[in-house]
């Protein structure tokens, strides 16, 4: 069973930066599909990006990303990343890396849905001032 242990988030005013990461251990890392999501307080959770298990094909949320954000991941460390640039106060939330079977994101919903998902971690708060 895949454990997931995001890391990276943290206090940044408007126009700053940080980088999430997510150490996968207990399981084949390079076997999954990884995304990210984020909840704000009272709402939902909402999809970020995904990467796929090879890593070479992208979702993001463009709605709201925009360019901003990148993912990657690094199987030698089964970690996935989230470079956020740029942030905005509406992008305070806590952020959830989470592990999808569907590694390809071949699937109608492309990996977009909390319920592609077998595999959540706690979360990291990101908490941006304006």
């Known amino acids: 069973q895949l454990q997931l242990v995001e890391s990276g988030g943290g206090l940044v005013q408007a126009g700053g930066s940080l980088r999430l990461s997510c150490a996968a251990s207990?399981?084949?890392?390079?076997?999954?599909?990884m995304g990210w999501f984020r909840q704000g307080p009272g709402k939902e959770r909402l999809f970020v990006s995904v990467i796929s298990n090879r890593g070479d094909r992208i979702y993001y949320a463009d709605d709201f990303v925009k360019g901003r954000f990148t993912i990657s991941r690094d199987d030698a460390k089964n970690t996935v990343y989230l470079q956020m640039d740029t942030l905005r106060p509406e992008d305070t939330a806590v952020y959830y890396c989470?592990?999808?079977?569907?590694?390809?994101?071949?699937?109608?919903?492309?990996?977009?849905?909390?319920?592609?998902?077998?595999?959540w971690g706690q979360g990291t708060q990101v908490t941006v001032s304006s």
């Open positions: 989470a592990a999808s079977p569907d590694n390809y994101c071949s699937g109608y919903r492309r990996c977009q849905a909390t319920n592609d998902y077998d595999y």
């Open positions: 207990g399981g084949t890392f390079r076997r999954y599909a």
